[in-house]
């Protein structure tokens, strides 16, 4: 609803931002969702559904181009019903840099080179093979195949598609997925593929993501309703770094990173020390949780400078008084892979009654 995209480092530190309201270059009208994808040479490449195009910047917001309008013909969009305007869903594939993208109410994948030239399309409505009723999501995996998110009237699949929108498989079904039905799916939000062909489906009603191999064979899940860690909510975008390893989800409560493997990872603090006020004479403590490669060694600091012996997750204070107000607490955490400084905790302490 701000009309701009937000770009972060991989652990969320902000870099920068583009984008504003309008038609003009470089602006997004925010009548619906759309999908974002970045090429090979780290373009970036905006769904605007609401100008019925696709914009392309560089990797620091510079316009580069766009194409596409509203309508049914080649290299045009078309909104299905009112669900926000179309295309929808866009992505890139890595050695070609061909553009795909949703255009939801034409029912159709429409493929572009990377310069917004029209190549080809494919897809029609209905629910036989390579017909949609509702497509959405779009990833493309190394081998160039094409994978489309569909639902609408209960469809709720996967359908895969080569390069030039040959039918290859389809799977999923509409239900609740408690684990007893694993490839089921209760409105599909996004859909990435890792440099491995797992394919990894935002499962929006059922707050969770499944993971499976590029026929469809089911694999795992993780998520749950909540606003706990590792908890989603309404979850409905998904991406997968270029190692395979991290994830990327974003939910109604903002970005969540997961990890395949945190065996060989340097310590990331999860849950950092929090900032205290308390009354004087109590007794508390500090604690930090973290993932990445056991074991873990900790050193908590106190304003900036090392707390003899205080080497564990938790760190305990006795008796606080109003000498330790306006004290700073931080650990390193440290393993054999790197270190990681959690942010400063602050201590307040309030006069006794």
């Given at each position: 609803s701000s009309n701009r995209i937000v770009k972060f480092t991989a652990l969320g530190a902000y870099l920068t931002q583009w984008g504003s309201y309008g038609s003009g270059s470089g602006q997004f009208y925010s009548s619906g969702t759309g999908d974002i994808a970045v090429d090979s040479s780290n373009n970036v490449y905006v769904a605007d559904p609401g100008n019925y195009r696709i914009e392309k910047f560089d990797s620091n917001g510079n316009y580069l181009t766009q194409w596409g309008s509203e309508g049914s013909g080649n290299g045009q969009f078309l909104e299905y019903l009112d669900f926000g305007g179309s295309p929808t869903g866009i992505a890139v594939d890595r050695d070609n840099n061909i553009i795909y993208a949703t255009d939801t109410g034409n029912y159709r994948i429409e493929k572009f080179n990377g310069y917004g030239g029209y190549l080809t399309q494919w897809g029609s409505y209905g629910v036989a093979d390579s017909a949609f009723t509702l497509p959405g999501a779009i990833a493309v995996d190394n081998t160039h195949n094409v994978y489309v998110a569909q639902s609408g009237y209960g469809a709720n699949l996967i359908e895969k598609f080569d390069s030039n929108g040959n039918h290859l498989a389809q799977w999923g079904s509409q239900g609740s997925g408690d684990g007893q039905f694993d490839g089921q799916f209760d409105n599909i939000g996004g859909i990435a593929v890792d440099p491995?062909?797992?394919?990894?489906?935002?499962?929006?009603?059922?707050?969770?993501?499944?993971?499976?191999?590029?026929?469809?064979?089911?694999?795992?899940?993780?998520?749950?309703?909540?606003?706990?860690?590792?908890?989603?909510?309404?979850?409905?975008?998904?991406a997968v770094d270029s190692t395979g390893n991290f994830i990327y989800v974003s939910d109604a409560g903002g970005i969540e990173v997961f990890a395949n493997n945190t065996s060989n990872l340097p310590p990331f603090i999860t849950i950092q020390p929090m900032s205290q006020t308390v009354p004087g004479g109590i007794n508390l403590s500090f604690s930090v949780s973290v993932a990445g490669g056991a074991p873990f060694t900790y050193q908590w600091i106190s304003n900036n400078v090392a707390v003899p012996g205080a080497t564990n997750a938790t760190f305990a204070l006795a008796n606080v008084n109003l000498a330790d107000s306006g004290s700073t607490y931080s650990v390193l955490?440290?393993?054999?892979?790197?270190?990681?400084?959690?942010?400063?905790?602050?201590?307040?302490?309030l006069p006794s009654i």
């Open positions: 491995s062909n797992y394919v990894y489906v935002v499962d929006e009603g059922n707050n969770r993501i499944e993971k499976f191999y590029s026929d469809g064979t089911y694999l795992t899940q993780w998520g749950g309703s909540g606003g706990g860690i590792g908890q989603l909510n309404y979850p409905n975008s998904v955490v440290t393993n054999s892979y790197g270190s990681a400084l959690g942010g400063n905790a602050v201590l307040t302490v």
